[in-house]
T-cell receptor
């Protein structure tokens, strides 16, 4: 079945760039998403990319999509301590009725 | 402000009890979802509803039940048949009228069996 995989932990220094990676298996994925979860809270949609795009930039966030390798990445420029959270990669097909989430990458930002 | 409200934030259940988690949204979204989150695992889909008075089982529906009598409300009951209910439960909704299918999530309910 469909699967989304991501590494569980990433540690960076404040001011550096963070790159969180994700791979997915469903070749029919139409939409790919990045969500952020702060401690004890729900998930917040950060950004998304359509499968016919290679890149999307939104302020400090850059999403890169390699559809051939089914690889998605999220780059956070000038990472701040407030960026410390769990980041979830997710994908859905057309219609979006069933979204598959990865296990989440916990980002630690050291001051 | 529009959003999703989950209550209570913390819930304790004794063995053999049924408990109901509340989820209310004022976003006028048609679709609503319940997910379970365990440490180190992704979100697992319990139930979802695309329209009032209709809902479908997700990947881990056993031991859970839902109802969708109103567009705004999608309560989840964790029954005594659910053998390992301790987890963080997240409710979400989605606007089916838009091209982007991202979810809006509530702040979650942490359920603990005592």
């Amino acid at each position: 079945g469909e699967d989304v995989e991501q590494s569980l932990f990433l540690s960076v220094r404040e001011g550096d760039s963070s790159v969180i990676n994700c791979t997915y298996t469903d070749s029919s994925s139409t939409y790919l998403y990045w969500y952020k979860q702060e401690p004890g809270a729900g998930l917040q949609l950060l950004t998304y990319i359509f499968s016919n795009m290679d890149m999307k930039q939104d302020q400090r966030l850059t999403v890169l999509l390699n559809k051939k390798d089914k690889h998605l990445s999220l780059r956070i420029a000038d990472t701040q301590t407030g960026d410390s959270a769990i980041y979830f990669c997710a994908e859905s097909g057309t219609g979006g009725f069933k979204t598959i989430f990865g296990a989440g990458t916990r980002l630690f930002v050291k001051a | 402000d529009g959003g999703i409200t989950q209550s209570p934030k913390y819930l304790f259940r004794k063995e053999g009890q049924n408990v109901t988690l509340s989820c209310e949204q004022n976003l006028n979204h048609d679709a609503m979802y319940w997910y379970r989150q365990d440490p180190g695992q992704g979100l697992r889909l319990i139930y979802y509803s695309q329209i009032v008075n209709d809902f479908q089982k997700g990947d881990i529906a056993e031991g859970y039940s839902v109802s969708r009598e109103k567009k705004e409300s999608f309560p989840l009951t964790v029954t005594s048949a659910q053998k390992n209910p301790t987890a963080f439960y997240l409710c979400a909704s989605r606007d089916t009228g838009t091209e982007v299918y991202g979810y809006t999530f509530g702040s979650g309910t942490r359920l603990t069996v005592v």
